[in-house]
């Protein structure tokens, strides 16, 4: 009762002052000052009572129904963003079990976001309708400080002309020399780092020296820079910044308003400064060094990517700026470095974690290659099967680029019917279409290389050595079957359509050329107490910890 009586005195307490306040209001005269807050609020509560759970400016789509997530009045779903940024992936992948195909958010500044997550969705945005949908304004400010005009950002004319002239270097010519040449040489680099570990008895973080690898090779092979990253012990002054600045960008996907605290926090600005300054100054060296190359220099080496893009001439005349081939540097550099090595640090964690699947790869490795240490583009495409669906089946689980996004450039309709207006945002995540089960079955989230191979269970058991035939086929043939590609738009690992990944076969015969060379020497153990591995916030997919692996001699 008391409580009762409680209430009503309070209900009334609060009558009498708005009551007092009008009067107040009402019988005085108000200042300009004063007409300008009542306005604002009036605005702001407009605002509030128009926008009640969605962001500011955004259009009502009340044919979404329960698709459209529920967020705050004019902030829309920025909170739950900012909320899960230290874990997008795990949240973004649990949203989509919840909602299923798709679903839909609201960010100010960015607009309206679509979240799809299937093959046929994809194959829409990817390659159906290709030119309705960009890069966009919003993906190239949160980028171009540090990528500038390349081709990850660019759209339209300034993207086919990248990649026209990418695509000349990513010949099988060249992957063949690739393969008995340049990925066996810093494979051997890398063994030579194992065996300092291994004889020390000291463990090895596999993933710092898989980016050092893939840093050195790529940045000779395409750039003719000579990092030494994995010769050199200690912190890699360009790696380190890369590294920096992709899982800076990556905040900026949940954040509209990132401009302004990159500047607010404090030092932030000037450790993004400074970063980017590293890949600038790699970058011009990479420029000036062949800019002052002699002819008889030139005709010494291959020709490399960098070669095709300072010797292009425009059609008035002109040739790109030196500012310009910086950003073709660091766009091919993040393809080229980050993308291998995740998926190898990926990979090898998933075969410590998984040791029937690592017997199985050794015993291929074994049977085709007999020991030998000689290794050609034949076998590596066509002759070791199992091999290339462990690493597919990595990729499938953790894609070197996990997230995208695309903007409408004008109205469509994807497929099964979902609306989509001019200047809403499609997002779309391999990692999360990997792990859909109705698209991969039931075991979509488990680590099965088996699901890419046919003909396995119908053939032999094979036990290796020699030249004798097994029920018909030879020893040294896998005992694995065949390996079977999956769709572009279902494996999307590597992108589809026009903007298909141009290094996809690069990173494959590194990958694997990399993976017979340790395999055949060593044993790979995780440390024992380490956590298990997660995905790095970031724009590509590192690991948040070291990968701390036990090296020891193969018997």
């Not at 600045?245 to 401009?259: E, G, I, K, M």
């Not at 660091?330 to 699947?357: C, E, K």
Request: include cysteine; hydrophobic fraction near 40%.
């Amino acid at each position: 009762m008391a409580s009762v009586i409680s209430t009503a005195n309070n209900t009334m307490a609060l009558v009498g002052l708005r009551r007092f306040i009008e009067r107040l209001i009402r019988n005085r005269k108000r200042s300009l000052f004063e007409y300008v807050i009542l306005a604002t609020m009036g605005l702001f509560l407009g605002a509030i009572i128009k926008y009640p759970n969605r962001a500011f400016l955004t259009r009502a789509r009340p044919d979404l129904k329960d698709k459209a997530v529920k967020g705050y009045p004019l902030l829309g779903n920025m909170p739950q963003m900012l909320k899960n940024s230290d874990d997008s992936l795990g949240h973004l992948h649990a949203a989509f079990k919840h909602f299923g195909d798709f679903f839909s958010l609201t960010i100010p500044l960015f607009g309206r976001v679509i979240l799809v997550n299937t093959p046929e969705h994809f194959e829409h945005v990817l390659k159906t309708n290709f030119n309705n949908y960009i890069k966009g304004s919003i993906f190239r400010d949160q980028l171009k400080d540090i990528l500038g005009r390349g081709i990850f950002v660019s759209d339209q004319e300034d993207w086919r002309f990248h990649r026209k002239t990418a695509a000349n270097i990513f010949t099988t010519k060249l992957y063949r020399q690739l393969v008995t040449g340049a990925f066996q040489d810093t494979g051997s680099d890398l063994c030579s780092v194992l065996d300092q570990h291994r004889l020390l008895h000291r463990p090895v973080d596999l993933q710092e020296q898989f980016l050092k690898l893939t840093l050195d090779a790529f940045g000779k092979l395409t750039f003719g820079l000579e990092f030494n990253a994995l010769t050199c012990e200690g912190p890699n002054e360009f790696g380190d910044a890369f590294d920096y600045l992709t899982a800076n960008v990556d905040t900026r996907t949940s954040n509209p308003f990132w401009f302004l605290t990159d500047r607010v926090i404090p030092g932030k600005r000037r450790k993004l400064q400074e970063a980017i300054g590293v890949l600038d100054k790699f970058g011009y060296m990479a420029v000036e060094k062949r800019r002052a190359e002699t002819e008889e220099e030139k005709e010494k080496r291959p020709r490399d990517l960098l070669d095709h893009f300072i010797n292009h001439v425009a059609e008035d005349g002109s040739k790109l700026t030196d500012v310009e081939l910086r950003d073709v540097f660091v766009n091919f550099m993040i393809a080229g470095r980050d993308t291998t090595a995740q998926g190898l640090s990926w990979q090898f964690y998933l075969l410590m974690t998984h040791p029937r699947v690592m017997k199985n790869l050794v015993r291929e490795i074994d049977t085709v290659l007999q020991g030998s240490y000689s290794y050609t583009y034949e076998t590596m495409m066509h002759e070791l099967p199992y091999l290339k669906a462990v690493f597919h089946e990595t990729l499938r689980l953790y894609p070197p680029v996990p997230k995208n996004v695309k903007m409408a450039v004008d109205d469509d309709v994807l497929p099964g019917g979902l609306r989509v207006y001019k200047g809403d945002v499609i997002g779309i995540s391999s990692y999360c279409l990997g792990r859909n089960k109705a698209v991969w079955g039931e075991d979509a989230e488990q680590f099965v290389p088996e699901r890419w191979l046919v003909d396995y269970g119908a053939l032999p058991s094979a036990s290796g050595g020699g030249d004798v035939s097994v029920g018909g086929m030879k020893a040294n043939t896998s005992p694995f079957g065949k390996f079977k590609a999956e769709s572009p738009y279902k494996f999307t690992s590597f992108n589809a359509g026009p903007r298909l990944c141009l290094g996809q076969t690069f990173a494959t015969l590194e990958a694997l050329v990399t993976s017979c060379m340790l395999l055949q020497r060593y044993e790979f153990k995780l440390v024992p107490g380490q956590a298990p591995a997660t995905p790095k916030p970031s724009v590509t997919i590192p690991m948040t910890n070291p990968l701390l692996t036990i090296v020891t001699a193969r018997q």
